[in-house]
């Protein structure tokens, strides 16, 4: 009787692995050819460039000065631009707009909990913080435009 069951619980683990994944043109997304330039070039970047921005210093004529959000506007324009970087990690990796092969969803999910990482430094008002975890973002970008974006030009 135990062995029966055994089968049985076997055989349904076999149909469930065997299920074909769900076709994308199955799902609610509406992804189309040009998908991840747009997200780049319309979320991405700009989200990217409020955090960098806002990080580190600057040398200039009149000495060394610091990047880092003085008011609670800029540190809230910080934290709105970590959680789109966050959520893009998401949109990514979308059915049909996410490579089937290499790691393109392991850097994806890198700019999911590397936005979180510099969400928390922005809500700390931790300017510290904010360099360091804006350092870790510009390494995941170009782990990956390594890796796909062929023609990448030096720069992330
Ligand atoms: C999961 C992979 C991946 C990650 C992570 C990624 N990119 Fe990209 N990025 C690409 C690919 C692929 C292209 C080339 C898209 C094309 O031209 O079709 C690209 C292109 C770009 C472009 C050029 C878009 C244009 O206008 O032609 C910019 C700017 C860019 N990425 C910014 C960023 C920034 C900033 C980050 C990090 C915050 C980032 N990307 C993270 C894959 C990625």
């Known amino acids: ?24 043109a199955a799902l609610p997304f509406k992804t189309g050819p040009g998908d991840i330039e747009y997200l780049m070039h319309y979320v991405l970047e700009p989200a990217a460039e409020t955090i960098w921005d806002s990080a580190g210093s600057v040398i200039t004529e009149d000495g060394e000065e610091t990047l880092h959000p003085t008011t ?15 959520e893009s990690g998401n949109l990514l990796m979308i059915p049909g707009r996410a490579p089937t092969a290499g790691d393109w969803i392991e850097y994806s999910q890198g700019l999911v909990d590397t936005g979180k990482t510099v969400l928390a430094a922005a809500q700390a008002r931790d300017h510290e913080a904010l360099f360091e975890t804006g350092g870790h973002l510009y390494n995941v970008c170009v782990a990956c435009h ?3 974006w062929r023609e990448a030009p030096q720069r992330p």
């Open 72 to 86: 609670e506007e800029g540190w809230i324009a910080v934290e709105h631009a970590a959680a789109v970087i966050s």
């Open 146 to 148: 390594q890796v796909y």
């Open 1 to 24: 009787m135990r062995l029966v069951t055994a089968a049985v619980l076997f055989a349904a683990g076999l149909l469930t692995a065997c299920a074909p994944a769900p076709e994308p």
